[in-house]
Protein backbone atom coordinates (compact mmCIF):
# COMPACT_ATOMS: atom_id res chain seq x y z
CA UNK A 1 0.00 0.00 0.00
CA UNK A 2 1.15 3.60 -1.12
CA UNK A 3 1.18 5.53 2.29
CA UNK A 4 -0.68 9.15 0.87
CA UNK A 5 0.04 12.97 2.85
CA UNK A 6 -3.02 14.55 3.80
CA UNK A 7 -2.20 16.94 0.78
CA UNK A 8 -2.46 14.02 -1.82
CA UNK A 9 -5.88 13.12 -0.11
CA UNK A 10 -7.18 16.46 -0.18
CA UNK A 11 -5.92 16.51 -3.87
CA UNK A 12 -7.67 13.13 -4.64
CA UNK A 13 -10.79 14.05 -3.02
CA UNK A 14 -10.74 16.86 -5.18
CA UNK A 15 -10.31 14.95 -8.68
CA UNK A 16 -13.07 13.34 -7.39
CA UNK A 17 -15.49 15.95 -7.16
CA UNK A 18 -14.52 17.62 -10.09
CA UNK A 19 -15.41 14.37 -12.26
CA UNK A 20 -18.85 14.74 -10.18
CA UNK A 21 -19.35 17.46 -11.40
CA UNK A 22 -18.52 16.75 -15.17
CA UNK A 23 -20.71 13.61 -15.07
CA UNK A 24 -23.71 15.49 -13.64
CA UNK A 25 -23.16 18.31 -16.69
CA UNK A 26 -22.30 15.66 -19.33
CA UNK A 27 -23.60 12.56 -18.75
CA UNK A 28 -27.27 11.52 -19.59
CA UNK A 29 -27.63 9.22 -17.07
CA UNK A 30 -25.73 11.21 -14.07
CA UNK A 31 -27.70 14.37 -15.27
CA UNK A 32 -31.23 13.16 -14.25
CA UNK A 33 -30.73 11.23 -11.26
CA UNK A 34 -32.60 12.58 -7.94
CA UNK A 35 -32.37 11.63 -4.63
CA UNK A 36 -35.12 8.95 -4.77
CA UNK A 37 -33.56 7.58 -8.39
CA UNK A 38 -30.35 7.46 -5.80
CA UNK A 39 -32.42 5.88 -2.66
CA UNK A 40 -32.23 2.18 -3.69
CA UNK A 41 -29.01 1.83 -5.42
CA UNK A 42 -27.67 3.26 -2.27
CA UNK A 43 -29.12 0.69 -0.30
CA UNK A 44 -27.91 -2.08 -2.59
CA UNK A 45 -23.77 -0.41 -2.59
CA UNK A 46 -24.26 -0.26 1.24
CA UNK A 47 -24.96 -4.35 1.27
CA UNK A 48 -22.61 -4.81 -1.00
CA UNK A 49 -20.26 -2.87 1.27
CA UNK A 50 -21.39 -5.24 4.27
CA UNK A 51 -20.85 -8.04 2.45
CA UNK A 52 -16.91 -7.48 1.35
CA UNK A 53 -16.99 -6.68 4.95
CA UNK A 54 -18.58 -10.24 5.96
CA UNK A 55 -15.55 -11.69 3.51
CA UNK A 56 -12.32 -9.67 4.63
CA UNK A 57 -12.36 -8.78 0.81
CA UNK A 58 -10.09 -5.85 1.08
CA UNK A 59 -10.17 -5.14 -2.41
CA UNK A 60 -13.65 -5.20 -2.44
CA UNK A 61 -13.83 -3.11 0.80
CA UNK A 62 -11.79 -0.32 -1.16
CA UNK A 63 -14.16 -0.45 -4.03
CA UNK A 64 -17.65 -0.88 -2.40
CA UNK A 65 -16.48 2.12 0.07
CA UNK A 66 -15.71 4.48 -3.28
CA UNK A 67 -19.27 3.37 -4.55
CA UNK A 68 -20.44 4.70 -1.16
CA UNK A 69 -18.57 7.48 -1.14
CA UNK A 70 -19.94 8.36 -4.85
CA UNK A 71 -23.75 8.29 -3.58
CA UNK A 72 -22.62 10.65 -0.48
CA UNK A 73 -21.21 13.35 -2.69
CA UNK A 74 -23.92 12.86 -5.49
CA UNK A 75 -26.50 14.00 -2.99
CA UNK A 76 -24.79 16.77 -1.72
CA UNK A 77 -24.26 17.95 -5.46
CA UNK A 78 -28.01 17.55 -5.85
CA UNK A 79 -28.99 19.38 -2.93
CA UNK A 80 -25.98 22.38 -4.20
CA UNK A 81 -28.15 22.68 -7.27
CA UNK A 82 -31.22 23.51 -5.21
CA UNK A 83 -28.97 26.02 -2.76
CA UNK A 84 -29.91 23.79 -0.02
CA UNK A 85 -26.08 22.68 1.03
CA UNK A 86 -22.70 21.48 -0.50
CA UNK A 87 -20.42 18.78 0.04
CA UNK A 88 -18.51 21.12 2.61
CA UNK A 89 -21.39 21.75 4.64
CA UNK A 90 -21.65 18.14 5.38
CA UNK A 91 -18.43 18.00 6.19
CA UNK A 92 -18.74 20.68 8.54
CA UNK A 93 -21.87 19.33 10.12
CA UNK A 94 -20.11 16.27 10.84
CA UNK A 95 -17.21 17.79 12.12
CA UNK A 96 -19.50 19.69 14.08
CA UNK A 97 -21.58 17.18 15.95
CA UNK A 98 -17.99 14.75 16.15
CA UNK A 99 -16.74 17.70 18.53
CA UNK A 100 -19.91 18.29 20.31
CA UNK A 101 -20.25 14.69 20.80
CA UNK A 102 -16.52 13.68 22.27
CA UNK A 103 -15.73 15.97 24.97
CA UNK A 104 -13.88 13.52 26.35
CA UNK A 105 -10.91 14.34 23.61
CA UNK A 106 -12.10 18.29 22.96
CA UNK A 107 -13.53 19.14 26.03
CA UNK A 108 -12.98 18.43 30.01
CA UNK A 109 -15.52 15.56 30.26
CA UNK A 110 -13.92 12.24 31.35
CA UNK A 111 -14.96 9.07 29.53
CA UNK A 112 -12.34 5.76 30.78
CA UNK A 113 -14.57 3.11 28.69
CA UNK A 114 -15.95 2.84 25.47
CA UNK A 115 -19.31 2.07 27.77
CA UNK A 116 -18.77 5.86 29.33
CA UNK A 117 -18.39 7.20 25.70
CA UNK A 118 -21.44 5.67 24.06
CA UNK A 119 -23.35 6.43 27.34
CA UNK A 120 -22.34 9.79 27.24
CA UNK A 121 -23.26 10.41 23.85
CA UNK A 122 -26.69 9.24 23.78
CA UNK A 123 -27.28 12.22 26.76
CA UNK A 124 -25.60 14.59 24.40
CA UNK A 125 -27.87 13.24 21.47
CA UNK A 126 -30.51 14.01 23.60
CA UNK A 127 -29.56 17.75 24.44
CA UNK A 128 -29.31 18.35 21.14
CA UNK A 129 -30.98 21.34 19.10
CA UNK A 130 -33.40 19.27 16.86
CA UNK A 131 -31.84 15.71 18.24
CA UNK A 132 -33.84 12.81 19.45
CA UNK A 133 -36.41 13.99 21.89
CA UNK A 134 -36.36 10.21 23.46
CA UNK A 135 -34.04 7.37 23.53
CA UNK A 136 -35.11 5.00 20.92
CA UNK A 137 -35.92 8.24 18.49
CA UNK A 138 -32.80 7.78 16.86
CA UNK A 139 -33.02 4.17 15.84
CA UNK A 140 -34.43 3.84 11.92
CA UNK A 141 -37.80 2.72 11.08
CA UNK A 142 -36.48 1.47 7.94
CA UNK A 143 -33.83 -0.93 9.43
CA UNK A 144 -33.97 -4.52 8.94
CA UNK A 145 -35.79 -6.41 12.08
CA UNK A 146 -32.61 -7.98 13.27
CA UNK A 147 -30.48 -4.81 13.24
CA UNK A 148 -32.89 -3.02 14.86
CA UNK A 149 -33.51 -4.84 17.90
CA UNK A 150 -29.70 -4.84 18.50
CA UNK A 151 -30.03 -1.01 18.21
CA UNK A 152 -32.82 -0.61 20.13
CA UNK A 153 -31.33 -2.93 23.45
CA UNK A 154 -27.93 -0.98 22.68
CA UNK A 155 -29.84 2.46 23.25
CA UNK A 156 -31.56 1.36 26.03
CA UNK A 157 -28.00 -0.30 27.38
CA UNK A 158 -26.82 3.29 27.66
CA UNK A 159 -29.13 4.77 30.24
CA UNK A 160 -28.89 2.04 32.16
CA UNK A 161 -32.11 -0.27 31.40
CA UNK A 162 -30.19 -3.81 31.21
CA UNK A 163 -29.64 -7.01 33.21
CA UNK A 164 -27.39 -6.16 36.31
CA UNK A 165 -25.51 -9.52 35.44
CA UNK A 166 -25.10 -10.56 31.84
CA UNK A 167 -25.78 -14.55 32.48
CA UNK A 168 -29.43 -13.61 34.00
CA UNK A 169 -30.29 -13.43 30.01
CA UNK A 170 -29.84 -16.85 29.48
CA UNK A 171 -33.21 -17.23 31.82
CA UNK A 172 -35.11 -14.80 29.98
CA UNK A 173 -34.09 -16.38 27.04
CA UNK A 174 -35.36 -20.36 28.39
CA UNK A 175 -38.89 -18.79 29.77
CA UNK A 176 -39.22 -17.27 26.10
CA UNK A 177 -38.51 -20.74 24.11
CA UNK A 178 -41.06 -22.49 26.91
CA UNK A 179 -43.75 -19.84 26.15
CA UNK A 180 -42.77 -20.09 21.96
CA UNK A 181 -43.44 -24.02 22.70
CA UNK A 182 -46.47 -23.57 25.07
CA UNK A 183 -48.20 -21.84 22.24
CA UNK A 184 -47.14 -24.55 18.96
CA UNK A 185 -48.51 -27.09 21.30
CA UNK A 186 -51.87 -24.86 21.19
CA UNK A 187 -51.41 -23.90 17.50
CA UNK A 188 -52.51 -20.80 17.64
CA UNK A 189 -50.52 -18.55 14.42
CA UNK A 190 -50.82 -15.59 16.12
CA UNK A 191 -49.64 -15.93 19.42
CA UNK A 192 -46.94 -18.52 17.71
CA UNK A 193 -45.74 -15.75 15.32
CA UNK A 194 -45.68 -13.19 18.68
CA UNK A 195 -43.81 -15.43 21.74
CA UNK A 196 -41.16 -16.48 18.55
CA UNK A 197 -40.19 -12.86 17.86
CA UNK A 198 -39.69 -12.54 21.45
CA UNK A 199 -37.51 -15.67 21.53
CA UNK A 200 -35.69 -13.76 18.48
CA UNK A 201 -35.51 -10.81 20.86
CA UNK A 202 -34.51 -12.33 23.58
CA UNK A 203 -31.19 -14.33 21.69
CA UNK A 204 -30.17 -11.27 20.24
CA UNK A 205 -29.86 -9.73 23.63
CA UNK A 206 -27.76 -12.18 24.93
CA UNK A 207 -25.75 -11.82 21.66
CA UNK A 208 -25.44 -8.11 22.47
CA UNK A 209 -24.34 -8.84 26.15
CA UNK A 210 -21.38 -11.59 25.32
CA UNK A 211 -20.15 -8.86 22.55
CA UNK A 212 -21.02 -11.30 19.43
CA UNK A 213 -22.95 -8.98 16.87
CA UNK A 214 -26.05 -11.29 15.49
CA UNK A 215 -26.18 -9.95 12.05
CA UNK A 216 -22.65 -11.13 11.57
CA UNK A 217 -22.78 -13.94 13.32
CA UNK A 218 -26.13 -15.16 11.21
CA UNK A 219 -24.45 -14.29 7.82
CA UNK A 220 -21.72 -16.44 8.45
CA UNK A 221 -24.03 -19.23 9.49
CA UNK A 222 -25.67 -18.53 5.83
CA UNK A 223 -22.37 -18.73 4.44
CA UNK A 224 -21.67 -21.54 5.31
CA UNK A 225 -25.07 -23.24 4.57
CA UNK A 226 -24.24 -22.14 1.02
CA UNK A 227 -20.97 -23.44 1.39
CA UNK A 228 -22.07 -26.86 2.45
CA UNK A 229 -25.47 -27.19 0.16
CA UNK A 230 -23.57 -26.22 -2.71
CA UNK A 231 -20.92 -28.67 -2.41
CA UNK A 232 -23.96 -31.19 -1.57
CA UNK A 233 -25.22 -30.09 -4.98
CA UNK A 234 -21.83 -30.33 -7.44
CA UNK A 235 -21.42 -34.23 -5.31
CA UNK A 236 -24.68 -35.14 -6.39
CA UNK A 237 -24.50 -34.14 -9.83
CA UNK A 238 -21.42 -35.54 -10.64
CA UNK A 239 -23.13 -38.33 -9.49
CA UNK A 240 -25.66 -38.38 -12.21
CA UNK A 241 -28.40 -38.06 -9.69
CA UNK A 242 -31.37 -35.01 -8.21
CA UNK A 243 -31.43 -33.70 -5.40
CA UNK A 244 -35.17 -34.56 -5.07
CA UNK A 245 -34.63 -38.30 -5.19
CA UNK A 246 -31.38 -39.17 -2.76
CA UNK A 247 -32.85 -40.24 0.60
CA UNK A 248 -32.02 -37.49 3.84
CA UNK A 249 -29.41 -39.96 5.19
CA UNK A 250 -27.68 -40.04 1.95
CA UNK A 251 -27.91 -36.37 1.85
CA UNK A 252 -26.44 -35.98 5.05
CA UNK A 253 -23.53 -38.31 4.41
CA UNK A 254 -22.60 -36.21 2.10
CA UNK A 255 -22.90 -32.79 3.97
CA UNK A 256 -20.97 -34.52 6.74
CA UNK A 257 -17.89 -34.71 4.18
CA UNK A 258 -18.51 -30.76 3.56
CA UNK A 259 -18.02 -30.30 7.19
CA UNK A 260 -15.15 -32.44 7.09
CA UNK A 261 -13.16 -30.80 4.37
CA UNK A 262 -13.64 -27.50 6.25
CA UNK A 263 -16.40 -25.71 4.18
Known amino acids: MTKHSKEEKMEAFGRFLDILDELREKCPWDKKQTNESLRTNTIEETYELCDAIIKNDIDGIRKELGDVLLHIAFYA ?39 QVEQNWEQLKLKEKGGNKTVLEGVPSALPAMVKAHRIQDKARNVGFDWEERSQVWEKVKEEFQELQTEIENMETDKMEAEFGDLLFSIINAGRLYKINPENALERT ?42
Open 77 to 115: KIAEEKDQFDIADVCHSLCDKLIYRHPHVFGDTDAATSN
Open 222 to 263: NQKFIRRFNYLEQHTIQQGRNLKDMTLSEMDAIWDEAKKKGL
